[in-house]
């Protein structure tokens, strides 16, 4: 991979690429950025096609709500992991800003790996979940409502292993792109 796309300014690099760990989930994280930007294009598209339709022409697209609000829950639960990658989501640091800087590191990691194995457990009830609502299909479309949940699963997965590389090479620096 050149240090040209290791590089994206949207997408900053915040651990070490220089392992096939942080090259994969980096990988991982530019595919799950070029998902949310088709979900989240797909979904403005659609409503204000939607919108444009029924408001000036008094037309309306019969799947438009659904194919919006799939694209709405993929956009949402694909983005979690890029916050979670950079430490960008919100915490409540008062106790643990008062420790020591050995004890705070501890304590983050610790954290990282509790939510760790929250996150595997969502992904594997969301497969479980998916996969018991496969067959039954969307109103509109001849759809799966299975697709609703399946971002679910990814998002949590994808969460799962940047909080266990916290767990094992610790937290970002800084806050890449916060707002502190």
């Known amino acids: 991979m050149s240090e040209a796309v290791l590089r994206h300014p949207v997408l900053p690099v915040v651990y ?31 409503v204000s096609a939607q919108v444009l339709l029924r408001y000036g022409f008094n037309l309306s697209i019969d799947w438009a709500d659904e194919i919006g609000r799939l694209a709405f829950v993929w956009s949402i639960f694909l983005a979690i992991p890029l916050g979670v990658r950079q430490g960008a989501h919100i915490g409540i640091d008062i106790v643990s800003d008062k420790l020591p800087e ?8 610790a954290g990282a790996a509790v939510c ?10 969301s497969l479980g979940v998916a996969r018991e609502q496969w067959d039954e299909l969307m109103a509109t479309l001849d759809w799966s409502v299975g ?11 994808l969460s799962a292993l940047h909080l266990l590389r916290i767990v ?12 502190e």
């Open 168 to 179: 094992v090479v610790g937290p970002p620096a800084a806050h890449v792109g916060g707002a």
């Open 147 to 157: 697709w609703f949940i399946v971002p679910v699963g990814i998002g949590a997965l």
């Open 16 to 46: 070490d690429t220089a392992r096939w760990s942080g090259r994969v989930l980096h990988a991982l994280d530019h595919l799950v950025m070029v998902l949310l930007l088709v979900a989240v294009g797909t979904m403005v598209g659609v």
């Open 116 to 125: 760790a194995a929250m996150m595997f457990a969502i992904a594997w009830a």
């Open 102 to 109: 050995a004890w705070r590191g501890a304590l983050k990691r």
